[in-house]
């Protein structure tokens, strides 16, 4: 495993995010000094950390590990996104028609 990939990767996604070590810090709850020492390359975040980290930069675990992003999953994870969004109106589309049907009942037939 390479620290200092693993911690430029970091520095980079928090950098593109336009945070602060700070304000990432404050973010997982743990010192700025440990994303000092990641991005150093001198430690890597344990496994609960990583966690977060994926969850707040919208990365998989291995991408965080690896060092860099695998353009695999970002075709995944624009695919989910994709895939809940054309879900979403689908049921905002189910809704209104089936509001419409209850106007229309109600108007005709009551």
Do not use: C
């Not at 990365?59 to 054309?86: F, M, Q």
């Not at 049921?91 to 037939?109: D, K, Q, T």
């Amino acid at each position: 495993m390479n620290t200092e990939k693993i911690g430029n990767f970091i520095k980079e996604l928090r950098e593109n995010e336009k945070m602060t070590q700070q304000t990432l810090a404050e973010k997982i709850h743990i010192g700025r000094q440990a994303i000092s020492k990641w991005e150093l390359g001198k430690t890597i975040p344990d496994h609960s950390v990583l966690i977060k980290l994926s969850e707040i930069f919208k990365v998989s675990i291995d991408e965080l590990l690896a060092g860099e992003k695998n353009p695999e999953e970002d075709i995944t994870l624009n695919l989910y996104i994709e895939n809940r969004k054309k879900s979403k109106i689908i049921r905002i589309s189910i809704i209104l028609i089936i509001l419409s049907l209850l106007l229309f009942f109600e108007y005709y037939f009551f």
